[in-house]
């Protein structure tokens, strides 16, 4: 099992190495343009040059590359050539937010595609149908055009819940539950059907599986065989089905998080992105990259301890 | 040899290679074929925008600002004053390009790449499976947004890349069709008759994985579809392009006062991703994607005479005064509708009695197990009895309800499977298995049931209980688990056993261990026993009586020595002449050939 793990951890690493070098390498490979981008259009070419070389952006992009890294390593992601804030700070006031939500919604699309799934997969018919027509739906409603149907339903037809900001957990329970369910709602109609259909699909290779015969056959009941035995063995496609779901949300939130003026990860790396402050969309891309191989190291995890064939692998 | 050619055309084909078109798929399915429509309109209007749109998507009139829909504006105006209508109808050309540029990357990358992965393997395998579960790991939309500077400030450039991240799906797709494809036979004749890899890949690999590509490039185009609209909705892209995530954009920054502004854009995109999903799904469901054969009993019913043949079971029933244990009378099981159901047992007779061991024989088809199973009340989804009864104990138990049964089965009625592997829950220790029916049957402690556990483990002849007792089913031999199988299935006492097949799975010096061990069992506890098989070995070994199956009927009903000594069914004879065991050593060439020719029908 710790070889398991360490495995696991070391193929993370050289993942989050990869993705960042190559991120690197994309967006610091268009660095005169990014000075121009800070100093406006009327700057003069020498100012333009002044800044690069202030940036550090006239050196050879490894060394640079390479400075940036030992400095990340060390917690330290450089400076916002914006606002002047350390991105790290950026990161750590922002991250919360998007976290809280994309954790909301993996928690509700967990329960009810779980719910759904086994049920359809258990009974078919209707159902069955029913998620078909509904996951076609979801999946062609962009989630961003859901969320503003919700707004107008539920914030402005109706006022509800609010239609925009946040309020932080630690503030009000209430309110931050109030402020996100439009938010979630808007995130997880899209995949709760697709994710249901594939629980589905788990669950029926599981209940056709022989040992369901025969434990039915020694007199355990078809309930206590689908609760015990059959959620069991389809819990690790399961759980590859929810960390897929994990990043489609964390996309998704991006959008979502503009909708309702949400001030998390999305609108830090929409407004990077539209301003060109690379130093903050490298550490965005840091952050996201990491949260990916910990979403995918819990999976596998997980999968280990409810499948014992697969501590031994 | 019989039995492989039909295994091998019952099994599901993942698509009819170049039989059915798909043009004729689609059309024949009234979903796809309205999917279609609506697609091709989408497209034509788009792509004819110039001829057909009222107005420019730019023309701007001050007084028709977030205006009513009128003669003039059917659609009313948007936040700048332009025409509603018209936009859609431009921004389609620009939203479907961005989608194209992705899915003919995506498409491009992902074959080729997943072609040269699938059909030469190795290196080129591992380093493109790694590239696609980095690409696949990534949020696509915050890579798109920390890219878009550096990319120009294009949206049909990020629209590339983003082909670049969605290539892992045709990657994945080509790369298992060119590895299950370059396994099969023809594969191998093509290579051996001397076919050039270029020409093995064009004739028989990409005739295979043609539609499954369909179906992922129209999904891949949805997605392709709403990622564009999405960053174009977050304010990327050229403002002066209509497109209909830009529409949404503007729509939304009115939303206060205009609040029905959010419709038609997200209609129109809804639209046209809903007819791409529709139309794969009608091409998955008419050629049969990976999921759609749905599951088909093992059953195959063959056409053929079968005279029923019960003569004898009635005057074999030993008249004991309780009745028998278990008593089947002219039993139906089928399969599929209600209205014509696939008839696999047709009018089965047998009687059990107490303490008495009865063999069902016949070959794979016949309608053994399918008997057995409907006497657990286990029956595949989709089968069911049709007619007859099935008297357990004096009780009629043909379509005893659900929970009436389960409180049978353990305790009064037990099975013991063919397979032993596959009938242990992979997840769960052995000991877990055995205690918690034994739990449930008799709602003993779990040290109890532990304790009892142990001593039938050994009981069974498994030289160190405790440790099989902690051991998941992985970590034990196939003789050794149905052992295991064996001990639950007699662990609450029951009256009748059910064994399927019990050592057809086993290696032949198990296979005795385990017949003697059946025995011993039946006899220290009385059960009787229905043991099917298709080993007449086995029948000789331990039956009293035997019921000799063909085509869901049962050809005859004999003792054990009687049917050994004088078998009076054709079939029977033919059955018993192809049996090599226990028969005397083969007499020479010319004389087998003579003897199977006449012990053919």
């Known amino acids: ?313 | 040899m019989t039995e492989a050619t039909t295994a091998l055309t019952n099994a599901p084909l993942p698509v009819a290679p170049g039989r059915v078109s798909i043009t004729r798929a689609v059309l024949r399915n009234p979903l796809g074929l309205s999917a279609l429509i609506i697609l091709t309109l989408i497209i034509l209007i788009s792509v004819v925008a110039p001829f057909f749109a009222p107005h420019s998507p730019t023309e701007v009139k001050i007084d028709k600002i977030l205006a009513m829909p009128s003669s003039d504006y059917p659609l009313g105006g948007d936040g700048a004053g332009r025409d509603v209508f018209s936009r859609l109808i431009w921004a389609g050309q620009n939203t479907l390009l961005g989608a194209l540029i992705a899915v003919s990357i995506s498409l491009v990358l992902g074959s080729v790449a997943g072609l040269v992965a699938g059909y030469f393997g190795k290196v080129f395998d591992t380093t493109f499976s790694w590239a696609a579960n980095i690409l696949m790991a990534l949020p696509a939309m915050i890579v798109l947004l920390a890219l878009y500077q550096t990319l120009g400030g294009s949206v049909y450039s990020t629209m590339a890349v983003f082909g670049v991240m969605l290539s892992p799906g045709f990657f994945r797709l080509v790369r298992n069709q060119v590895i299950a494809v370059k396994n099969e036979l023809y594969v191998d004749a093509a290579r051996v008759s001397g076919l050039s890899d270029a020409r093995i890949i064009s004739r028989h690999i990409l005739r295979v994985v043609r539609s499954p590509i369909i179906i992922q490039t129209a999904i891949i185009g949805g997605i392709a579809i709403i990622i564009q609209s999405g960053l174009e909705f977050l304010g990327l892209g050229d403002p002066a392009t209509p497109t209909w995530g830009g529409m949404l954009q503007d729509a939304f920054s009115n939303i206060y006062i205009n609040p029905a502004g959010i419709l038609w854009p997200g209609l129109i995109i809804a639209a046209t991703v809903a007819s791409l999903v529709l139309l794969g799904n009608a091409i998955r469901d008419e050629l049969g994607g990976p999921r759609a054969s749905a599951a088909r009993p093992r059953a195959k019913p063959r056409h053929g005479h079968a005279h029923a043949r019960t003569q004898g079971t009635e005057a074999l029933n030993p008249g004991s005064g309780n009745g028998p244990l278990l008593r089947v009378r002219d039993l139906h099981v089928g399969y599929g509708s209600i209205e014509n159901p696939l008839t696999v047992v047709r009018g089965v007779s047998f009687d059990v009695t107490a303490g008495e061991i009865v063999g069902i024989v016949g070959e794979s088809g016949s309608g053994k197990t399918q008997t057995a199973f409907s006497i657990l009340g286990l029956l595949p989804r989709g089968g069911r009895v049709l007619s007859g009864s099935i008297k357990f104990r004096g009780r009629d138990i043909t379509f005893a309800p659900g929970n009436e049964m389960q409180k049978i089965r353990g305790r009064d009625l037990s099975y013991i499977p063919q397979e032993p592997m596959s009938n242990l829950d992979p997840s769960f220790t052995i000991g877990h298995q055995l205690v918690e029916p034994m739990q449930a049957v008799f709602k003993i402690s779990k040290a109890e049931a532990r304790k009892r556990s142990l001593v039938l483990l050994a009981r069974v002849g498994i030289a160190d209980p405790e440790r099989t007792f902690r051991s998941y089913p992985h970590e034990i031999s196939g003789g050794m688990a149905q052992r295991v199988l064996i001990a639950g299935a007699v662990s609450c006492g029951p009256k009748l056993l059910i064994a399927d097949e019990p050592t057809t799975a086993l290696d032949v010096t198990v296979q005795a261990e385990v017949l003697d061990l059946l025995r011993d069992l039946q006899r220290e506890m009385g059960m009787g026993i229905v043991l099917v098989t298709h080993n007449f070995g086995v029948v000789a070994d331990l039956c009293d009586r035997v019921v000799v199956m063909q085509n869901g009927r049962v050809v005859e009903t004999n003792d054990a020595e009687t049917l050994f000594s004088a078998p009076s069914d054709p079939y029977t004879q033919a059955l018993l002449a192809a049996t090599l065991d226990d028969s005397p050593p083969r007499p020479p060439l010319a004389v087998t050939a003579a003897g199977t020719s006449k012990g053919k029908l």
């Open chain 1, 1 to 313: 099992m710790l070889n398991f793990l360490a495995r696991r951890l070391l193929s993370g690493v050289v993942l989050i190495l990869v993705i960042t070098t190559i991120t690197y390498a994309l967006i610091y490979s268009n660095a005169g343009n990014a000075a121009r981008n800070i100093l406006g259009e009327s700057a003069t070419a020498a100012d333009v040059a002044a800044k690069a070389k202030d940036l550090g952006l006239d050196r050879p992009l490894h060394e640079q590359y390479l400075d940036w890294l030992s400095n990340a390593i060390h917690g330290d992601l450089g400076v916002s050539w914006f606002t002047n804030e350390p991105v790290s700070n950026l990161l750590a006031n922002r991250l919360p937010v998007t976290l809280s939500i994309v954790i909301f919604a993996v928690l509700v699309t967990a329960l009810v595609s779980t719910v759904l799934g086994v049920t359809a997969a258990v009974r078919r018919g209707w159902l069955d149908r029913l998620l078909q027509v509904v996951s076609v739906i979801g999946f062609s409603l962009p989630n961003f055009w859901v969320a503003l149907v919700l707004v107008v339903l539920f914030a402005v037809a109706v006022p509800i819940f609010p239609a925009t900001g946040y309020v932080p957990v630690t503030e009000s329970l209430s309110g931050w539950f109030l402020a996100l369910i439009l938010p979630v709602t808007a995130l997880v109609l899209g995949g709760i059907a697709s994710a249901a259909q594939q629980i589905r699909g788990a669950v029926i290779d599981v209940l056709e599986m022989d040992y369901v015969r025969t434990l039915r056959a020694r007199g355990l009941s078809s309930t206590s065989v689908l609760l015990k035995h059959v959620l069991r063995n389809a819990a690790p496609p399961a759980l590859t089905v929810l960390s897929l779901q994990f990043i489609a949300l964390l996309g998704g939130a991006v959008v979502i998080e503009r909708v309702f003026a949400i001030p998390g990860m999305g609108t830090l790396t929409i407004n990077s992105s539209l301003q060109g402050d690379v130093p903050a969309l490298m550490g965005v891309v840091v952050a996201l990259v990491i949260l990916v191989v910990i979403v995918n190291l819990v999976i596998d995890l997980a999968n280990g301890w409810i499948n014992p064939k697969a501590r031994l692998q």
